[in-house]
């Protein structure tokens, strides 16, 4: 099934509030996060995961299920956030992203540490969507990196798993900015149906790829084949997955899983 609903989309992007102009409203009725403190001198991963499209509940398995990966691949025990929209609930508003980026900007070590942002929705060419309860609204990379900044991190790591997702490579990957996308800037993505556990390019990277590897880079590369060969074989146009930018958060992960010699996975 095709993962974009791009008309809806085009009217939710005339309509939609941005996410930045929530970002100055007070983040009270949020959910509270306990997060693991940071450990001096050590690398800690800090794992913010959102589903965002309340109407299918896949987005929702999607934010649990890659938040559980990598928690245990990246040794995130602790530090992860995961928050999601379903038909009845709102859990993943624009307040909620934002209190829960305050939040890792409280605790983590901007020099020292990692962020990993996940997102998961419908996407359309512009960004992506967010629809909890009735609110609904478009996320843009312009929203996505004022949520990086807010979690003071140097060093992030973007993976959002939507149709016309390499917008946000285009757009966001830096050296110190990691950006892995479902789908190249014009391609949609696959495998969004209503009571799915993952979709294509999330069934292919996390529950696949990442379980036997936990460098990101390298488990991209696996997912990337996996998921064409699986779209070829279902007679879609492949989605053309996108890997950018990263080159220091990149060296910064691996030196970990060098110096942790526990973490055979490494």
């Known amino acids: 099934m095709r993962r974009s609903i791009v008309f809806w989309l085009v009217g939710l992007l005339l309509a939609a509030v941005p996410v930045q102009e929530s970002q100055g409203q007070s983040a009270r009725r ?38 559980r990966i990598l928690e245990a691949q990246l040794g995130a025990k602790g530090r992860s956030i995961v928050r999601f929209n379903t038909k009845r ?20 070590d901007p020099a020292e540490d990692i962020v990993v942002l996940v997102l998961t929705s419908h996407g359309a ?18 929203d996505v990196r004022a949520l990086l900044e807010t979690t003071k991190a140097q060093h992030r790591v ?36 209503d009571g799915a556990t993952w979709t294509y390019f999330g069934d292919a990277f996390f529950n696949k790829a990442l379980r036997g590897n936990a460098r990101l880079d390298a488990a991209f590369e ?7 060969q699986r779209e070829k074989r279902e007679g879609f146009d492949p989605s053309n997955p996108q890997i950018a930018g990263g080159s220091q958060v990149l060296e910064r992960l691996n030196e970990t899983c060098r110096i942790n010699l526990a973490r055979q996975a490494c």
């Open 222 to 228: 696996s997912a990337r084949g996996l998921v064409t």
């Open 89 to 108: 609930r709102a859990g993943a508003t624009p307040e909620t992203l934002v209190a829960a980026a305050e939040a890792a900007g409280r605790t983590l």
């Open 125 to 142: 060419p512009e960004g992506i969507g967010l629809v909890a309860g009735r609110d609904t609204r478009l996320v843009t990379p312009g």
């Open 158 to 193: 973007l993976i959002v798993s939507a149709c016309y997702s390499g917008v946000f490579a285009r757009e966001l990957a830096d050296a110190q900015t990691l950006v892995i996308t479902a789908a190249a800037a014009d391609k949609p993505s696959f495998g969004c149906q």
């Open 30 to 67: 949020a959910d509270p996060f306990q997060l693991a403190p940071q450990r001096p001198g050590q690398t800690d991963v800090y794992i913010l995961s959102f589903g965002l499209w309340g109407p299918q509940s896949v987005f929702e398995s999607e934010a649990k299920g890659a938040a």
